[in-house]
């Protein structure tokens, strides 16, 4: 009998520990991109800070996301089949919100994804003013966007731990 518990008391540690990876995760990569778009709105584009910036600061916060990403990726998908093993059934609301909640983890990626490029293109660019101010500006609006999808996922989430 005291088996059992002690199984089901790790199970759900488990559980819990997946949960706020996944959390950590998703803060992590909103968190970093707030900063990635305040960060290159804010320095003037040709200056030394900003060659710096989108020399090293750049690149360093889009690693941070695409590793959030994953991890996030990763302990969502292990978080739901670990519901399932405990024999969770999903109402159809629970069901729906999951699927926006995927939609918008895709929108977020491909977000990610052209941010990159547009990062790519902000180092190389980084001396010419009208051309990395383009590719700033991209990065900042596709950080911005990553941030406000990835709260409203936030959100989404907090809705389906209460259900």
Known sequence: MRFRENQTDQVDDLSAAILWIHVLSGAIWIGACVCLAIAVSAIRAGSD??????????PTLNR???VAAVALAIAGM?????????GFRPSA???DVL??????FFAMAMALGASMRAAA????TADDGP???RAARKVAILSGLIAAMGGAAMLLGLWLVGS
């Open 64 to 66: 941070i996301n695409l």
């Open 93 to 95: 609301m629970f069901i």
């Open 121 to 124: 293109m902000l180092e190389v």
């Open 131 to 133: 051309k990395s101010a």
């Open 99 to 104: 699927f926006i909640k995927i939609g918008l």
């Open 49 to 58: 800070e900003f060659r710096d910036f989108a020399a090293r600061g750049v």
């Open 78 to 86: 292990t978080k739901l089949l670990t519901l399932i093993a405990s």
